[in-house]
């Protein structure tokens, strides 16, 4: 069978879906392993490291004649439409925002294989593309936060006098906000941490971070996610939150629900109450994001409420793209483990019975297999009806 690995086209995206190492056990699985030139070339891998792995470089990959296609970003119309009847895909689908292309898949006759959907489970682990790419922006967040700040991370005692540690608050302690975490304790801060769910106390210690426990309903949804708080819940979560982020010289917000608006956690007025020179970042931006003003890919400058001078607000954007080699070398095996799980004598032949694959499959022979995307896409289907339904003629 053949498997395709195409060079990322969606502006800002950098990453790639196979690196020469998965390259060398997928063809060792029996799949024939085609790479478009330069697919790797900024995750740092050229053409002949891919050939010398065992694939074949060619200059432009003929979508139409694989049999596996495997993605980074989620998959666009012309993509989708040049795939034939029976092909088989693997990446992230992003499918909550991305209806029109799960439709076309599925009358397309596309199995589909979204990344987000893979359960977490102790053996989706090595699969688990949210986990292994959160891990890589959580870190970028702190180093975008420390080069804006105007002053050091870490405690400096010396001769002219010392400075005090700058002080750090992340908000949502999913994988990103705990590799915040770290990285921020690495470069000597002071880090205290919030998320609504009671469980992530214990790690946010365990990081060396301090949990800031807010008299709040817990929101805890299966598989360790976040749920979304009610409009009176998120009220008075942003009003106990309000000194806490006035104290922060870097506030990080990391906070998501899955197939949902990320939640608003820090309002305007939060922001323009903290000091001078203050750095937010808000990895939630492409999402909807957790700041009020936050906008992807650019710095936002508030003044503060004091009028002594303003809060940088940096709205990330490809926040994992941002370190293609690592975010790529993590990405490849997540890819490369799933599709391990499928092949059987060289051959693509997903089993349903198996928990992990029936739960990361988004299509399947002409069917919606992931039950909140297909009720998307009946309700959209409906509203299209009604849309063009005729108006009722009176009866003389």
């Known amino acids: 069978m053949k498997l395709g690995i195409a060079r990322e086209r969606r502006e800002g995206e950098r990453r790639v879906a196979a690196t020469p190492e998965t390259v060398k056990q997928l063809a060792g699985l029996g799949l024939e392993v085609l790479v478009e030139s330069r697919a790797g070339v900024f995750a740092g891998h050229g053409d002949d490291d891919y ?15 694989l049999d596996v296609y495997a993605h980074v970003r989620p998959l666009e119309h012309p993509t989708a439409a040049a795939l034939r009847r029976g092909a088989v895909t693997v990446g992230l689908a992003s499918p909550s925002s991305e209806l029109a292309v799960v439709r076309e898949l599925a009358d397309g006759g596309i199995t589909s294989f979204a990344l987000e959907l893979v359960p977490r489970i102790s053996r989706a682990q090595s699969m688990d593309a949210l986990s292994s790419q959160a891990l890589v922006a959580g870190y970028r967040c702190v180093l975008e936060a420390a080069i804006r700040l105007p002053r050091f991370f870490p405690l400096f005692m010396t001769a002219a006098g010392t400075v005090p540690p700058a002080r750090v608050l992340v908000l949502g302690v999913g994988v990103a906000g705990l590799q915040a975490i770290g990285t921020a304790k690495r470069l000597g801060a002071r880090v205290s941490a919030n998320d609504i769910r009671p469980s992530s106390a214990e790690e946010v210690t365990s990081m060396g971070g301090t949990f800031i426990k807010l008299d709040l309903e817990t929101a805890e949804a299966s598989g360790g996610y976040a749920r979304e708080l009610s409009a009176d ?48 970042v808000d990895l939630a931006a492409e999402s909807g994001g957790n700041v009020e003003g936050s906008v992807p890919g650019r710095d936002v400058h508030m003044n503060t409420s004091d009028g002594k001078g303003s809060v940088t607000v940096v709205g990330l954007k490809d926040a994992a793209s ?75």
């Not at 050939?51 to 004649?65: K, Y």
């Not at 010289?249 to 020179?277: K, N, S």
């Not at 997903?350 to 499959?361: K, L, Q, R, S, T």
Request: with cysteine; glycine share 8%.
């Open 51 to 65: 050939r010398e792995a065992g694939a074949i470089v060619v200059p432009d990959l003929d979508i139409g004649d």
């Open 322 to 396: 941002a370190m293609p080699t690592d975010a790529s070398r993590l990405y490849a095996k997540n890819v490369a483990n799933l599709l391990a799980l499928m092949i059987r004598d060289g051959k693509v032949s997903p089993d349903f019975g198996d928990d992990v694959i029936a739960g990361a499959c988004l299509t399947h022979e002409g069917v919606v297999r992931h039950p909140p995307t297909a009720e998307a896409l009946a309700a959209l289907a409906g509203d299209e009806s009604n849309e063009k339904a005729p108006e009722n003629e009176g009866v003389a």
């Open 233 to 280: 819940r998120g009220a008075l979560q942003r009003q106990l939150l309000t000194p806490h982020v006035a104290d922060a010289d870097v506030l990080i917000t990391t906070a998501a629900v899955p197939g949902r608006r990320a939640p608003l956690l820090v309002t305007r007025d939060m922001v323009e109450a903290m000091r001078p020179g203050s750095v937010v």
